[in-house]
């Protein structure tokens, strides 16, 4: 379970934007948030070893993206 103003966090950047996005300008829901989805270039380790370094340091958006 992720600490709920982690949770409120993520919520308010998809809806309203922020870090220098505009969101994606819809309600966030945590039901769909919490379905299992298949992805084939990240796994759930991945996404709880970003939320480790987040709580140490200041990751970038950047960092996120394949170049």
């Not at 308010?12 to 945590?30: A, L, T």
């Not at 299992?36 to 990751?59: D, E, G, K």
């Amino acid at each position: 379970m992720l600490p709920e103003d982690y949770v409120e966090r993520v919520k308010e950047i998809h809806e309203s934007g922020g870090y220098q996005s505009r969101g994606y300008g819809y309600d966030w829901k945590r039901e769909e948030a919490n379905k299992n989805l298949l992805r084939t270039h990240a796994t759930a380790v991945s996404s709880r070893m970003l939320y480790a370094l987040a709580q140490v340091q200041m990751i970038h958006p950047s960092f996120l993206c394949n170049s």
